[in-house]
């Protein structure tokens, strides 16, 4: 049954090669910058998104002057939301709401690859222990899997020209 998987995508002009944008096969990741007054989640975020960079991608993570490209990553919003509040005035659940900023250019030139934001919002319950630092980590790493997910969406699935469905 998997081979049968497997053929059929390979069929389908589907490649297993770099989902990184074309000609990309090492990049740096920048510290990341945050304009918010959560200190911390730069460091978070940096690390969660070079750790999806080394499992969903086939490219090298380098310093950024052995680097065919630098990622930087800048955190503009983390808003606290209260979500449910009790009948005096306490929160029950509250949740986050992120953006960040995401630039990958070519170190040798500057050139800008690609740029965009990512929004993401996540929730927590208080009385399951979920708190604020609970909520503002799962949102740093569900921003990381989509970060990575949006580099991805340049070449991936892209057919060869010679080969169809």
């Given at each position: 049954m998997l081979l049968a998987v497997v053929v059929a995508v390979?069929?389908?002009?589907?490649?297993?090669?770099?989902?990184?944008?074309?000609?990309?096969?090492?990049?740096?990741?920048?510290?990341?910058?945050?304009?918010?007054?959560?200190?911390?989640?730069?460091?978070?975020?940096?690390?969660e998104v070079t750790r999806q960079l080394m499992r969903r991608t086939d490219v090298t993570v380098r310093e950024i002057a052995k680097a065919e490209a630098v990622l930087s990553l800048r955190i503009l919003d983390m808003g606290r939301v209260p979500l449910v509040v009790d009948d005096r005035e306490r929160t029950l659940e509250e949740g986050v709401?992120?953006?960040v900023e995401v630039v990958l250019t070519e170190r040798a030139t500057g050139r800008v690859i690609s740029k965009f934001k990512m929004l993401r919002r996540d929730e927590g319950i208080v009385q399951r222990g979920e708190d604020l630092n609970v909520v503002?980590?799962?949102v740093v790493r569900e921003l990381a899997e989509d970060i990575v997910f949006e580099l991805q969406k340049a070449t991936f699935a892209k057919a060869p020209a010679s080969r169809g469905s």
């Open positions: 390979m069929g389908c002009g589907y490649s297993t090669g770099s989902l990184m944008p074309e000609g990309i096969s090492t990049i740096a990741v920048r510290m990341g910058t945050n304009d918010t007054f959560y200190r911390g989640d730069e460091i978070a975020l940096t690390g709401i992120s953006e503002r980590a799962k």
